[in-house]
């Protein structure tokens, strides 16, 4: 692949920023579309950016960016990717679950001061679920913003970039009534066996 093919995919996609407003999630899916000449039916980003990146990348690569995902990153064999982006999000995404975990279970046993164990990268969360997730991504949004700096038109920017729309969908797609009803039955379940 020739660099100048990233650095001209980079600049065509939509540029991303954290935020949750109507207008933004439509203006960057209009984009995608635009630029992917995608028809309605087809409302996966992510699918979209894979579908517009696999024109400018090596097999190798595009199979790289394919298999890179939010919801495995944590895993050992991002820990340990050769990608310096990709291995340092990965660590950090690992120790964030490990705290959070930590932190739940503190909660679950009544723990009042559960907000006040000593974590090394957790902020102190709020009680709200929506609103604890919602830190939470955006505490992996600036780990994505720091490890970005430097990398604008490389490998490691569109792998970030991806990280980031996933991030940006997973946010996207919460409803609080919907997670509200799921709390429940959650609860429901743990009490009824």
Same mark, same amino acid.
């Given at each position: 692949?020739?660099? =100048? ?9 939509? &540029?991303?920023? /954290? ?13 995608? *579309? ?9 409302? &996966?980003? $992510?699918?979209?950016? !894979? %579908? ?11 199979? &790289?960016?394919? %298999?890179?995902?939010?919801? %495995? ?15 340092? /999000?990965?660590?950090?995404? !690992? ?10 279970? !503190? ?6 001061? %559960?907000? *006040?164990?000593? /974590? ?10 929506? *609103? ?17 700096? @430097? !990398?604008?038109? &490389? ?18 797609? /919460?409803?609080?009534? $919907? @997670? ?10 743990? $009490?009824? =066996?």
């Amino acid at each position: 692949m020739l660099s =100048g093919n990233l650095e001209y995919l980079m600049s065509s996609l939509p &540029d991303l920023m /954290f935020d949750n407003s109507e207008t933004y999630q439509k203006e960057v899916s209009k984009l995608f *579309k635009t630029y992917n000449s995608a028809d309605e039916a087809s409302q &996966d980003l $992510v699918l979209m950016l !894979h %579908a517009e990146a696999e024109k400018f990348l090596s097999t190798k690569e595009f199979n &790289d960016l394919k %298999a890179l995902s939010l919801k %495995a990153i944590h895993q050992e064999r991002f820990q340990n990717n050769s990608q310096h982006v990709i291995a340092s /999000f990965s660590r950090f995404n !690992h120790q964030m679950k490990r705290e959070v975990q930590r932190f739940r279970e !503190h909660r679950k046993n009544e723990d009042l001061n %559960a907000n *006040k164990l000593n /974590f090394d990268i957790l902020p102190e969360l709020s009680n709200n679920p929506l *609103k604890a997730e919602e830190q939470l991504l955006k505490l992996q949004w600036d780990k994505l913003e720091e490890l970005s700096i @430097g !990398h604008y038109s &490389d490998l490691a920017a569109l792998f970030i970039y991806k990280l980031k729309l996933e991030l940006l969908v997973r946010w996207w797609s /919460f409803n609080e009534e $919907v @997670g509200l009803n799921i709390f429940k039955q959650t609860l429901k379940m743990e $009490v009824y =066996g």
